[in-house]
C-alpha cells in the first residue's frame, strides 16, 4: 500500500486506541462491552500486536477471537463477530468473571469521581431524576469481579459555558455509582469490600494517561504532545497527584496506524470524540 | 409444560398471552432479532402497565415506552450505542416519571432467572456491593456465608409472567431454533411463565431437528410465523439492521411525545394491521432486498451503515 509512506501523522483516536491497548497483557481473558468503538479496536490492536495469546471476547456477541470484517456502530451484529473461533453466551462470560478468570474489564462513566468509581445510571439535582442514563450493561458486576479495569472516556474536557460554569467529567462524587473504583462514598477502602478484583488499574482520557497511587486515587502519569498537567487540571473537578516522572504519551507506529484504519474504514471510533477532537493530530516523526 | 402438538397462532392470538401489568422479558439485544412485530401488535391491542426486565437493549424499549405501555423498566441498558446515542423516549418516560427507573445489571439479571430455573428463592452473588445498586434494589439481602465467612448479596428469583422472543425458525410443536448468539433468550424461556415466539419460518420437525432445537417446545405457549418479524432489528443472516430506518424513527423521537405518535406510531405501528402492512410501510421488497443481500461484498455490507 501506498499509504504506508504517506501516514506522518496520528489521530487523537489513535492515540487514545493504543494508549487503552497497552493496558492489556499477553495472555488474559478481556471482553470489550458494546458501545466502546474504541476499546473494541484496542482489544483487536492489542492482539495483533503485543497479546497474540489474548482471549478476546466481544461484546454482545460473546464471540471470541473474532476477525471483523469492519467496525460497526452496533455491536451485536454479525460483522463484529466474523471468524469467531466460539462463541461464550452471557451466563458463561460473567461466570468466568465472577471465578476469577476475566483478567480486564473495560469501563467508562458520565461522572468518574476520584476514586474510579463512575456514573451511568442517573444524574440527579436535589434528590430528583434530571437525566436518565442509557444505563451500565454488566458494568456493576464486573468492576467488582474483573482482576483489572482499564477506564476511558473521550469527555474528560469540560469546557466552561457562558457563565463560565465547567459541567466536568471527572467529578467529585457521582450521583450514582453504577460501578465501584477504589473507595465508596461513605469511604470504605476497596480492601474492606469482599470484592474479588483489584479495582481500576489507569484511566485514558482525551487529555492525558492516569494511573492510581497507592491510596486508590488518580495520579496524572502522562500528557498528550498537546496537552499539559495544568490543562487537565482545570478540566478537572477534583485535585490530583502528578507523577514525578510525568511523561508524553506514547504514540503508535505507522503499522499500528494503518492496522486501527483497516479495521474502522467508516471511523466509528471517532463518534466518541467531540467534532473539535477529531481534528487533533500528532506528527510522528515529532514523537 | 406446554404439550399441544400446534402451537401456531394469529399475531393478535400470540399477544392475548400478554396482560396489563405483567412483567415482560423482551428477547434479543442492542440492535439484533428483537420481536418488533410483536411488540408493535401489543402496543396495538393496548397492553399497559408492563414491567421491563432485560440486558442490553435499543429500539425495542424506546419504542414501548413511546407508546405508552411502560411502567417500570429493569434493563441493564437502553440506547443506541454510537449509532445514534440516547434512547429518547426511553429518557423522557424515566425522567416524567412515567416509567420507574428499577435499572439493573447483567450478571445480577442472569442468577435472579437461575434461581427462578432452579426453583430456588434466591442466588448469591459477590458483586454489586460498593455500588448504589443495593440502595435501588432493597430487596437485595446481604449474608455471611456459612462456608467461607465471605459477605454475599443474594438475589431474588425472577419470573417473568411472559417472555417475548423472535427466532429464526420453529416447528408446529414449539422448538425454537435461533441462529447467531441466543443473548438472554435461552434463560428467559427456561424461567418465564409464559413463552412467546414469532418466528422467521416454520418448518418440519425433521428439519428443525436437523438445524438443533435452541429452546425445547414445552417451554413454549405459542408461536406464530412473521416474517421479517424482527425489522429494523437485524435477523443474521437472514437480512441485516436497517439503519436508515432506525434513523428516521430516531429522527421522529427526538422532539416530543407527541410528534412520535404522529410521525412514527400512527404511520408503522397503529395504521399497520399486520407485518405486511408495516413492510409495505417500511418500503416493502425493495428495502427488504437491500438487507438481505448484507452478503453480497463487503461494499454491499457497509452501505447499510452510512
Known amino acids: 500500500m501506498n499509504n504506508k509512506s504517506k501516514i506522518q501523522t496520528c489521530t487523537l483516536g489513535e492515540l487514545m486506541i493504543y494508549q487503552i491497548a497497552l493496558s492489556i497483557e499477553d495472555g488474559i481473558l478481556a471482553f470489550h462491552g458494546f458501545g466502546s468503538p474504541l476499546v473494541q479496536l484496542a482489544l483487536h490492536l492489542a492482539k495483533h500486536s503485543h497479546a497474540p495469546h489474548l482471549v478476546l471476547v466481544a461484546g454482545a456477541t460473546y464471540g471470541v477471537n473474532p476477525a471483523p470484517a469492519f467496525l460497526t456502530p452496533t455491536s451485536n451484529d454479525f460483522a463484529m463477530n466474523r471468524g469467531a473461533e466460539c462463541h461464550l453466551n452471557i451466563e458463561e462470560l460473567f461466570d468466568l468473571a465472577a471465578s476469577g478468570r476475566l483478567g480486564r474489564m473495560f469501563l467508562s462513566g458520565l461522572q468518574i469521581d476520584k476514586w474510579g468509581n463512575m456514573n451511568v445510571t442517573r444524574v440527579e439535582k436535589n434528590g430528583k431524576l434530571t437525566l436518565k442514563l442509557p444505563g451500565g450493561g454488566g458494568g456493576c458486576n464486573l468492576s467488582c469481579d474483573a482482576d483489572h479495569v482499564t477506564i476511558w472516556t473521550a469527555a474528560h474536557r469540560a469546557p466552561p459555558d457562558d457563565q463560565g460554569h465547567r459541567r466536568y467529567r471527572l467529578v467529585e462524587s457521582c450521583d450514582f455509582v453504577t460501578s465501584v473504583g477504589h473507595r465508596t462514598a461513605d469511604g470504605i477502602h476497596r480492601s474492606g469490600l469482599p470484592l474479588r478484583g483489584q479495582g481500576p488499574d489507569c484511566m485514558i482520557t482525551d487529555l492525558g494517561v492516569f494511573d492510581f497511587n497507592y491510596d486508590g486515587h488518580l495520579r496524572l502519569r502522562a500528557v498528550y504532545p498537546d496537552t499539559s498537567a495544568e490543562l487537565v487540571a482545570e478540566n478537572t473537578g477534583f485535585d490530583f497527584p502528578v507523577a514525578e516522572n510525568l511523561t508524553i504519551a506514547d504514540l503508535p507506529d505507522v503499522a499500528l496506524i494503518e492496522f486501527i484504519r483497516r479495521l474502522d474504514p467508516m471511523k466509528i471510533h471517532q463518534r466518541e470524540l467531540s467534532l473539535a477532537d477529531r481534528e487533533r493530530s500528532f506528527d510522528l516523526a515529532g514523537a | ?306
Open chain 2, 1 to 306: 409444560m406446554y404439550t399441544q402438538d400446534d402451537k401456531r397462532c394469529a399475531l393478535g392470538d400470540l399477544l392475548s398471552h400478554v396482560q396489563n401489568g405483567d412483567c415482560v422479558a423482551v428477547g434479543g439485544g442492542l440492535s439484533w432479532r428483537e420481536p418488533m412485530a410483536a411488540l408493535r401488535e401489543l402496543i396495538r391491542q393496548d397492553i399497559k402497565g408492563l414491567k421491563l426486565v432485560g440486558s442490553a437493549h435499543g429500539i425495542d424499549i424506546d419504542l414501548l415506552c413511546g407508546a405508552g405501555v411502560v411502567a417500570e423498566s429493569a434493563e441493564s441498558y437502553v440506547g443506541f450505542e454510537q449509532d445514534f446515542g440516547m434512547a429518547i423516549n426511553y429518557r423522557r418516560a424515566c425522567e416524567a416519571g412515567l416509567v420507574k427507573v428499577e435499572d439493573n445489571c447483567c450478571y445480577t439479571l442472569v442468577q435472579q432467572l437461575r434461581a427462578a430455573i432452579s426453583g430456588l428463592p434466591f442466588m448469591p452473588i459477590r458483586s454489586v456491593q460498593g455500588t448504589d445498586f443495593m440502595q435501588l434494589h432493597p430487596e437485595f439481602k446481604t449474608m455471611i456465608c456459612p462456608f467461607s465467612g465471605e459477605q454475599l448479596v443474594l438475589v431474588p428469583a425472577l419470573k417473568p409472567d411472559v417472555a417475548i422472543l423472535h427466532a429464526h425458525y420453529a416447528d408446529q410443536h414449539g422448538n425454537l431454533h435461533i441462529e447467531g448468539p441466543p443473548v438472554a433468550d435461552i434463560l428467559f424461556a427456561k424461567a418465564s411463565v409464559k413463552v412467546i415466539a414469532s418466528v422467521e419460518q416454520i418448518i418440519s420437525r425433521e428439519e428443525l431437528a436437523q438445524k438443533g432445537v435452541t429452546i425445547p417446545y414445552f417451554y413454549v405457549t405459542a408461536l406464530c410465523e412473521v416474517p421479517y418479524g424482527a425489522h429494523p432489528t437485524s435477523c443474521y443472516p437472514n437480512y441485516a439492521y436497517d439503519r436508515e430506518h432506525t434513523a428516521y424513527y430516531y429522527q421522529a423521537t427526538k422532539h416530543s411525545e407527541d410528534g412520535f405518535r404522529e410521525n412514527y406510531l400512527k404511520p408503522f405501528v397503529y395504521d399497520c394491521k399486520d407485518n405486511k402492512t408495516y413492510i409495505e410501510a417500511i418500503g416493502g421488497k425493495a428495502r427488504l432486498s437491500c438487507l438481505e443481500q448484507w452478503d453480497f461484498g463487503m461494499e454491499q455490507w457497509m452501505k447499510l451503515y452510512e
